[in-house]
Antibody, heavy 117, light 110 residues
Framework: EVQLVESGGDLVQPGGSLRLSCAAS????????MHWVRQAPGQGLVWVSR????????TYADSVKGRFTISRDNTKNTLYLQMNSLRVEDTAVYYC??????????WGQGTMVTVSS | QTVVSQEPSFSVSPGGTVTLTCGLS?????????PSWYQQTPGQPPRRLVY???TRSSGVPDRFSGSILGNRAALTITGAQAEDECDYHC??????????FGGGTKLAIL
C-alpha cells in the first residue's frame, strides 16, 4: 500500500525542540521531492519546507527559516523535520506530502504539534 | 509578499453549480503555476481533486472540473451534492520548490 505515516508530534514548551518523522512505503521514495505542510487549528494549509529527491537542496518558508531543518534518509525511506526554537504560532497539524511534478499528490494523516507553556 | 486568495465561504443549492476561484496578488494565475485543488473534511488530510489546472485525480467524480477563468484558477462543481459540503483549498507552484496555498473556501450545501 502506498502511504505516508508521520510521527513525533507532541506538546512542547516555547523555545523547545521536536523532530518529526514521515515513513514512506509502497513507492520509490528516492525519486520524489518531499514537503512538509502545516495547518493550525481551524486555519488553512501553509507550506513549510521542501527537499529534493537526493536531499541536496532544501527550501523553507520565511516563518521557519533558521529554526527548522528538513532532511531525508533514502535508505530508510524516511523524511524528517527538525524543529528548534518553537513558538506558540508553530502549533499545527504537520503533514508530510509527496510532490509529483510540482503538485502535492499524496498526504499523510498528519501529526499534531502543540507549543504551549 | 505574494498572497493566494480564495473566497472564504460559498453556498450552493443541492444540484446547483458553483465556481470557486483562486487568485494571485502579484498578477494572473496561469497554467505555469500548476494550479491544483483539494477537498478536506474535518479531521482528515486533504484529498486531491484536480491538478495542473484541469486534470482530475483518479476516482474523482466528473462533476468536479478545473479551469482558468480570466486571471484566476477555478474549480467548478456541477450538480453539487450534500457530501460536497466541506473545505476546498487551492495551491500554486511558485517555482524553486515553493508551494503557496490559498486560505481555503468553506462550501455549504443549502
Amino acid at each position: 500500500e502506498v502511504q505516508l505515516v508521520e510521527s513525533g508530534g507532541d506538546l512542547v514548551q516555547p523555545g523547545g525542540s521536536l523532530r518529526l518523522s514521515c515513513a514512506a512505503s509502497g513507492f520509490s521514495f528516492n525519486m520524489y521531492w518531499m514537503h512538509w505542510v502545516r495547518q493550525a487549528p481551524g486555519q488553512g494549509l501553509v507550506w513549510v519546507s521542501r527537499i529534493d529527491s537526493d536531499g541536496r537542496s532544501a527550501t523553507y518558508a520565511d516563518s521557519v527559516k533558521g529554526r527548522f531543518t528538513i532532511s531525508r534518509d533514502n535508505t530508510k525511506n524516511t523524511l524528517y523535520l527538525q524543529m528548534n526554537s518553537l513558538r506558540v504560532e508553530d502549533t499545527a497539524v504537520y503533514y508530510c506530502v509527496r510532490d509529483s511534478r510540482y503538485v502535492p499528490d499524496m498526504w499523510g494523516q498528519g501529526t499534531m504539534v502543540t507549543v504551549s507553556s | 509578499q505574494t498572497v493566494v486568495s480564495q473566497e472564504p465561504s460559498f453556498s450552493v443549492s443541492p444540484g446547483g453549480t458553483v465556481t470557486l476561484t483562486c487568485g494571485l496578488s502579484s498578477g494572473s494565475v496561469s497554467t505555469d503555476y500548476y494550479p491544483s485543488w483539494y477537498q478536506q473534511t474535518p479531521g482528515q488530510p486533504p484529498r486531491r481533486l484536480v491538478y495542473s489546472t484541469n486534470t482530475r485525480s483518479s476516482g474523482v467524480p466528473d462533476r468536479f472540473s478545473g479551469s482558468i477563468l480570466g486571471n484566476r484558477a477555478a474549480l467548478t462543481i456541477t450538480g453539487a451534492q450534500a457530501e460536497d459540503e466541506c473545505d476546498y483549498h487551492c495551491v500554486l507552484y511558485l517555482g524553486s520548490g515553493i508551494w503557496m496555498f490559498g486560505g481555503g473556501t468553506k462550501l455549504a450545501i443549502l
